[in-house]
């Protein structure tokens, strides 16, 4: 079987690190890897091309492709366009469009990388979490949105800007059962983070969370603020096992638990819908300061595509190949300046992708 990549870089350091992964994929080929890859444009530079940031072709290709390999969306030159036009719409459509609903970010301290967390290495050596997010839901879809004349107040008549969080039980029980079945092959703890304390829309995500959990009785189900979360996660972060959150809470907690690993530049996820059709990318964004220059970490893009040969394709032993090279070149090889310590040689972008063909 040949399996068909859609490889859609983006802005910023996008292209850079999503080379270096295509590399690393084309490298399992002489190792009986069949895969192809076909590139499409999307966020800022398809605007620029297209006049759109999620053009129908690169949609179209998407679709007509076993999964898709993404970069980083996001061009501060483009801050003033409408909302609807702007980089960041282009991952929000697609992921609606694909209906991949599931995002699965995994923040793993590397023993070789705990000295270069944000935090003691005793607070988090050994610290293995998965975030699985909710996706296609929650305020970054709900509406109505916008902005209009506030209605009542002590603001009564200025303009006033306002999104609607919302969750249909369905979408928070398939989300309750994807998570529920990763802590199944884990370490059984299911942490469920909501504010059930002040919003509606996350008590009733507490309350259906808690109806699934009857058909999971092996899994200690916790629920927690989200506020206590974000302590917790700094405080003790090797408490939680996996935890499952909505939309905007498992954006900002992923970003802080990338911290604990030592560097945002390590964290890949997987987005997936139903058939496990999915979308790779790291978490990090375009980071447009360091865009062209060499330097940004290719390692979370190529652990997005070890969790593409895993999730979708089956493929263990080739994602394992991938995840022993990321973690051999930790040990011994070069380091991105994220992660370089004294001691250590620095390398840039295409370096490090050269040092995990070599691993
Ligand atoms: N590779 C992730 C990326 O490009 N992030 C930019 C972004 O705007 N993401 C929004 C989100 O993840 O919800």
């Known amino acids: 079987m040949t399996y068909k990549i859609a490889v859609l870089p983006g802005d910023g350091i996008g292209p850079e690190i999503t080379a270096q992964a295509v590399r690393v994929l084309e490298a399992l080929r002489s190792d009986g890897l069949n895969i192809e890859f076909e590139q499409a444009l999307i966020g800022g530079a398809a605007y620029r091309a297209h006049g759109e940031p999620l053009p129908e072709s690169t949609l179209a290709l998407a679709k007509a492709s076993d999964a898709v390999l993404f970069g980083s969306v996001g061009d501060f030159s483009l801050d003033t366009l409408p909302r609807h036009l702007r980089p960041e719409q282009a991952i929000l459509g697609i992921r609606k469009a694909l209906n991949l609903f599931a995002n699965f970010r995994p923040a793993v301290v590397y023993p070789e990388l705990a000295d270069a967390s944000s935090m003691r290495p005793e607070v988090v050596a050994g610290m293995d979490i998965l975030i699985v997010r909710e996706l296609t839901g929650d305020i970054y879809f709900g509406q109505p949105r916008g902005v209009r004349e506030c209605p009542d107040g002590p603001f009564k008549g200025q303009r006033e800007g306002f999104d609607t969080m919302r969750y249909a039980e369905g979408e928070v029980r398939r989300i309750a059962h994807v998570a529920f ?13 909501d504010k059930a304390n002040v919003l509606e829309t996350t008590q009733f995500w507490r309350d259906v969370v808690t109806d699934v959990a009857k058909e999971y009785p092996e899994v200690a189900l916790s629920h927690m603020y989200v506020d206590n979360c974000a302590m917790q996660l700094l405080k003790d972060p090797k408490q939680f096992d996996v935890i499952v959150t909505g939309n905007l809470f498992g954006d900002i907690l992923s970003d802080e638990a990338s911290m604990l690993t030592g560097s945002i530049g390590m964290l890949p996820s997987a987005s997936l819908n139903e058939s496990n059709f999915g979308l790779y990318e790291p978490i990090h964004g375009s980071a447009p300061d360091i ?23 089956g493929l263990e032993e080739y994602a394992a190949r991938i995840e ?34 070599k691993a």
């Open 324 to 357: 022993r090279a990321v973690q051999a070149v930790l040990a011994n090889g070069p380091r991105t300046g994220d992660i370089w310590r004294e001691g250590k040689e620095r390398t840039g972008t295409s370096g490090m992708g050269g040092a995990l063909l």
């Open 291 to 313: 865009a062209g220059k060499d330097l940004a970490n290719p390692m979370a893009t190529v652990l997005s595509a070890a969790m593409m040969l895993r999730y979708t394709f």
């Open 181 to 193: 079945q990763a802590a199944q092959k884990r370490g059984k703890k299911l942490c469920s983070v």
